[in-house]
């Protein structure tokens, strides 16, 4: 990607301090969502950065990981495929509990999601501690996909989610912090 459009990609993220808690910078991406150019900047990017031109299935995670994973498997041809939190899919699933930083929290995919040998990207708009993303992948991996890697919007480097992630293929990451 062209290092401009980058640029200004990563000026139009808005920094918002003190949120979901005091302490934390969030990273909001809804004024590149806002702009149809941007948007579409951002999600060619995302597929760039993978070299992947043909895959079965996208997974993108709950919530933003919906716009982005539909986006991309729209301009590959795949199908999509979300991945919830518990109880929110209506009809059989396969689900997976990972640690947070207190607790635990658990996501789920519809059995027939995806069959096994098929080639799957798993897209979202955040990496940050990797715990959802793991969980993903591992859904990913019991329903037999082949994981070709992974794309995120943002990478939050410090907090360490690659290193949780990479053994499911190649992480790309559009904008780190």
Not at 72 to 91: S, T
Not at 92 to 114: F, K, P, W
Not at 146 to 170: A, D, Q
């Amino acid at each position: 990607m062209a290092p401009d459009i980058l640029d200004n990609i990563r000026s139009t993220i808005r920094d918002v301090p003190d949120f979901p808690k005091p302490g934390i910078v969030f990273k909001d991406i809804t004024p590149v969502l806002a702009n149809p150019v941007l948007l579409a900047q951002a999600v060619d990017g995302m597929i760039e950065s993978t070299g992947i031109t043909q895959v079965d299935k996208v997974v993108g995670i709950d919530a933003r990981g919906f716009i982005f994973g539909a986006l991309i498997a729209e301009r590959l041809g795949a199908g999509f495929i979300p991945v919830r939190k518990k109880g929110k899919l209506p009809w059989q699933t396969r689900g997976v509990d990972y640690a947070l930083e207190y607790g635990t929290n658990s996501v789920e995919m519809h059995l027939d999601a995806i069959n096994p040998g098929e080639t799957v990207l798993l897209a979202d708009d955040l990496l940050a501690t990797g715990g959802t993303a793991g969980a993903a992948l591992h859904l990913i991996e019991q329903a037999g996909g082949k994981v070709l890697g992974s794309t995120f919007f943002i990478e939050l480097t410090f907090l360490g989610g690659r290193e949780k992630v990479s053994g499911s293929g190649p992480v790309h990451a559009l904008v780190t912090y």
